[in-house]
């Protein structure tokens, strides 16, 4: 009687993601035979670009939670391909995987670098942000987020162009004007809106993505100093990856 074939199991990978990598990391996984790709989103922005495979969007409950997922769900891998700054969940990515016993990797695209003609100003937070502004300008483009101009609010004798995707919610600098965009931005745009706004001071987190870069060009260009946040640190123990190709390439190694 001839045997049944065997067929090799279906490898879980969760990506917690919504960044540009994320996405094109998941595009790969969902290529991959034997393997299954879940992409968790954090929620935040109302109509978030969807990634190939699996999504979930919403928070997980704290690092218990995530744990608790990933065992229910049969996790064989954790990716972290969240924003740079999304610290909380890193951290919780990084307990979560030790309690559930789950590999875990983090991609990071690389941040930015100065070049010759930049005046930059790093900083620690947003609120080392906030207090060094007063004494570099007085026209503000702050493209940090809407989650964090609380931080901002106080600055009542500056005025503030903020980015963001979503409408912002106070607290919020009470002189503001909003701009809602998405990137890829380009050189000629960013020259524009600094010229159009007067602006002379940028404020930026180190983000490192190239879709957003164009403002630093511009600034550059027009001599206007940037205050940069400087990124925080990933949780110790955790390898990092710099672009999708070789966290897919941890992937399989983690997976046989």
Request: neutral net charge; aromatic residues 4%; glycine residues 8%.
């Amino acid at each position: 009687m001839p045997s049944s074939p065997v067929h090799d199991p279906v490898r879980h990978v969760l990506v917690l993601g919504g960044t540009t990598e994320a996405r094109r990391l998941a595009a790969a996984l969902a290529e991959e035979p034997g393997v299954r790709v879940t992409s968790s989103l954090a929620g935040r922005v109302a109509a978030p670009r969807l990634p190939a495979g699996e999504v979930r969007i919403g928070g997980f409950g704290g690092p218990e939670g995530l744990a608790r997922w990933l065992r229910e769900h049969a996790v064989d891998a954790l990716i972290d391909a969240t924003h740079p700054f999304a610290d909380t969940i890193s951290f919780h990515a990084a307990r979560a995987a030790a309690t559930a016993h789950v590999p875990l990797l983090a991609l990071r695209r690389p941040g930015w670098g100065a070049r010759p003609g930049d005046v930059w100003h790093p900083v620690p937070s947003l609120t080392a942000a906030a207090a060094a502004l007063p004494a570099l300008g007085s026209r503000i483009f702050l493209t940090t987020g809407r989650m964090g101009l609380a931080h901002f609010a106080h600055l009542t004798d500056l005025w503030f162009l903020v980015r963001s995707v979503d409408a912002p919610e106070p607290p919020h600098p009470p002189r503001m004007t909003t701009v809602l965009d998405r990137g890829p931005f380009t050189l000629d745009g960013e020259r524009e809106l600094l010229r159009r706004h007067r602006i002379d001071v940028l404020v930026t987190k180190d983000s490192g993505a190239a879709a957003t870069a164009p403002k630093l060009a511009a600034a550059r260009e027009a001599g206007v100093p940037v205050v940069v946040v400087q990124r925080p640190p990933v949780p110790e123990g955790v390898p990092v990856a710099d672009e999708p190709g070789a966290a897919l390439d941890w992937v399989r190694a983690s997976l046989g």
